[in-house]
C-alpha cells in the first residue's frame, strides 16, 4: 500500500517480522508456565484432598516414598522450567530477574537472623519457615513488579 508524504508516494512497511516472533515467544512462555501449573496442581489438589486440614501444620509424617517422589517432581519441575524460561527469555527481563532475586535473597538474609536470634533471646516465636519462604516469594514478585513497571 502506498501512501504520500510531500507529494511523493512512499510504501508503508510490512508488519515485521519482529512483532511475529514476540508473539510465538509470548504464545510458547505462556504454554511452559501453563503446563507447569497443570502439572503441578496434580500433587497439589492430591495434598490438599488427602492432608486438608494437617497439610500445613506439624502433623502425621508423610510416607517416605511419596515424599521422595514429590521432592523429585518439584526439583524436576524447577529445573525443567528454568531451562525452558531463560531460553524464551529476553535480556531485560532476565536483568529484571535477577534484581529481584538479589532482593529477596537480601531480605532472606537479614530476616531470617534477625527472627532466630530474636527467639533465642526470648523476643519472638520460632522461626516459621513457611512464613520465611512466603516472605521470600512475596519480596522476589514485588521487586519483579517494581523493575518490570518503573
Avoid: C
Amino acid at each position: 500500500m502506498m501512501t504520500r508524504m510531500m507529494g511523493r508516494p512512499v510504501a508503508e512497511p510490512d508488519p515485521g517480522t519482529g512483532e511475529a516472533l514476540e508473539r510465538a515467544a509470548r504464545r510458547k512462555r505462556i504454554f511452559t508456565i501453563g503446563a507447569l501449573a497443570v502439572m503441578s496442581f496434580i500433587p497439589g489438589f492430591y495434598l490438599g484432598y488427602t492432608e486438608n486440614d494437617e497439610l500445613l501444620l506439624a502433623g502425621d509424617k508423610w510416607p517416605p516414598m511419596f515424599a521422595l517422589g514429590l521432592a523429585g517432581f518439584y526439583l524436576g519441575a524447577v529445573i525443567a522450567g528454568a531451562v525452558l524460561m531463560h531460553r524464551q527469555t529476553d535480556e531485560v527481563a532476565l536483568a529484571n530477574q535477577y534484581k529481584a532475586t538479589a532482593l529477596a535473597g537480601s531480605m532472606f538474609v537479614i530476616v531470617y537472623p534477625l527472627w532466630y536470634i530474636l527467639w533465642k533471646g526470648g523476643f519472638v516465636i520460632e522461626p516459621m519457615h513457611l512464613v520465611i519462604y512466603g516472605l521470600f516469594l512475596l519480596t522476589a514478585l514485588g521487586g519483579l513488579l517494581y523493575y518490570r513497571f518503573r
